[in-house]
């Protein structure tokens, strides 16, 4: 890996990395929201961050609310997405989406389920990962990414060129994904392809395993909340209330109050609909060393007994695989346990932990925390009404040796990973 930085977008998610495949760069993008910046605002980061008609190789999206995707329609504007690996969900999941996006942040996005070449811009690709329970956990697929995206940028180009030949509809996400692949399938950037290639050959070799894990018991509740203010969810799919628009005062005639009663529903499980996440493992299967530079100062820390200087660090060594958790719940049952297994070995070579939703007490769970951890990512609002980060989160990663980087709206906050350049002496842990 050449370069990974967490981008300043307040309450959301927004982060990339740079890889060098023989004699080109290879990028990655993991989710792009926000629920704290003005679309200007959101709009000027990307174009700090890219140039104009880059190419994003893949993105992968954890999962669908807004403060997590609403910055994606900027970026294929920018930039041009050749793969899209998403979380697949059920259409009662999906509508259930749109109608929290809509009621909580005022986005709609039916836009990403119903139009999606317009969302994510014409070309892209797309692959479903199913969830945790729909994995076959003896058959570790491998997808060679290069290899992938040249076959498939074939596919699609002659499959729009035909729908417009044809005057065919748009077609829909669902009808877009080409391909549905098992929580914990490999994905490689490698230019050797090929099922003849062994896994010892490819141990040097970066590789991105996502596991789309799904809330259940939260969707329960979620679902009994609403049947306490007379909204069953099955009138809420049916009536197709938070999907077309044209029919909202007909499906439902006080509108308004339907959607505070989905804000209020959300909230009162405390936005556990979040659970359902999509998490990614982004690394090698080796010891491999990058360099840290986060410039941000100590002062929203709270109060603790451990003594640190004011400023955290400029330049650190730490192991060059990150864990990027989306908004996981790491508190549900067994959950941690399964990630450490289903992982494996994998995770000794984490050096990065991306905290859960914004660092929320209701999401972390201090048993995901290693030896070989070094750095653990906050994105947050500075001013957001959750009180993210938790304090609590906050001290069990100082007490166990981890460095918090606080990732807000201010540009100073911006977190950059890369390969050593230069004669800048690393920050070593003792």
């Known amino acids: 890996m050449e370069q990974r930085i967490f981008y300043p977008v307040g309450q959301g998610a927004f982060y990339s990395e740079t890889h060098k495949l023989g004699d080109r760069t290879f990028t990655m993008v993991y989710d792009c929201g926000s629920s704290t910046l003005k679309k200007n605002e959101m709009e000027k980061i990307i174009k700090d961050a890219f140039e104009e008609n880059s190419i994003i190789d893949v993105l992968f999206i954890s999962h669908f609310h807004a403060d997590h995707v609403n910055g994606i329609e900027l970026l294929a504007k920018r930039c041009k997405i050749k793969l899209v690996i998403i979380p697949l969900i059920t259409n009662e999941e999906m509508v259930l989406?749109?109608?929290?996006?809509?009621?909580?942040?005022?986005?709609?996005?039916?836009?990403?389920?119903?139009?999606?070449?317009?969302?994510?811009?014409?070309?892209?690709?797309?692959?479903?990962?199913?969830?945790?329970?729909?994995?076959?956990?003896?058959?570790?697929?491998?997808?060679?990414?290069?290899?992938?995206?040249?076959?498939?940028?074939?596919?699609?180009?002659?499959?729009?060129?035909?729908?417009?030949?044809?005057?065919?509809?748009?077609?829909?996400?669902?009808?877009?994904?080409?391909?549905?692949?098992?929580?914990?399938?490999?994905?490689?950037?490698?230019?050797?392809?090929?099922?003849?290639?062994?896994?010892?050959?490819?141990?040097?070799?970066?590789?991105?395993?996502?596991?789309?894990?799904?809330?259940?018991?939260?969707?329960?509740?979620?679902?009994?909340?609403?049947?306490?203010?007379?909204?069953?969810?099955?009138?809420?799919?049916?009536?197709?209330?938070?999907?077309?628009?044209?029919?909202?005062?007909?499906?439902?005639?006080?509108?308004?109050?339907?959607?505070?009663?989905?804000?209020?529903?959300?909230?009162?499980?405390?936005?556990?609909?979040?659970?359902?996440?999509?998490?990614?493992?982004?690394?090698?299967?080796?010891k491999d060393i990058i360099y840290t530079y986060a410039p941000f100062s100590l002062h929203d820390f709270p109060e603790t007994e451990i003594l640190i200087p004011f400023k955290l660090l400029s330049w650190g060594e730490a192991q060059s695989g990150c864990l990027y958790m989306g908004d996981i719940n790491l508190n549900r049952d067994s959950i941690v346990a399964d990630i450490k297994v289903k992982l494996g070995q994998h995770l000794n070579f984490v050096g990065t932990l991306q905290v859960p939703h914004h660092g929320s007490k209701h999401n972390f769970s201090a048993d995901i925390l290693l030896s070989n951890m070094f750095y653990a990512v906050f994105s947050y609002g500075k001013d957001n009404s959750y009180k993210h980060p938790s304090d609590e989160v906050l001290r069990q990663l100082l007490a166990n040796d981890i460095f918090p980087l606080l990732v807000i709206e201010d540009s100073s906050s911006q977190v950059i990973q890369k390969r050593l350049v230069g004669n800048i002496a690393p920050v070593c842990r003792c």
């Open 97 to 286: 989406v749109n109608a929290i996006n809509l009621s909580v942040y005022g986005f709609d996005s039916t836009r990403i389920f119903e139009r999606p070449e317009i969302f994510f811009g014409k070309g892209a690709s797309f692959i479903g990962i199913l969830q945790t329970d729909e994995e076959d956990l003896g058959n570790k697929e491998r997808v060679f990414l290069s290899e992938f995206n040249e076959k498939s940028q074939e596919r699609s180009e002659e499959t729009d060129s035909r729908r417009e030949g044809e005057n065919i509809k748009v077609a829909t996400l669902d009808e877009k994904i080409t391909e549905r692949k098992p929580s914990g399938t490999l994905f490689y950037i490698s230019n050797a392809v090929g099922e003849d290639v062994s896994n010892e050959d490819l141990t040097d070799c970066w590789r991105f395993i996502p596991f789309n894990y799904r809330a259940d018991e939260r969707m329960k509740k979620f679902k009994d909340e609403l049947l306490k203010h007379d909204l069953p969810i099955e009138e809420v799919v049916e009536s197709r209330l938070f999907r077309d628009n044209k029919n909202v005062k007909e499906a439902y005639k006080d509108v308004k109050k339907a959607h505070e009663v989905v804000k209020k529903a959300y909230k009162d499980i405390c936005g556990g609909l979040n659970e359902s996440s999509m998490i990614l493992y982004s690394g090698k299967e080796k």
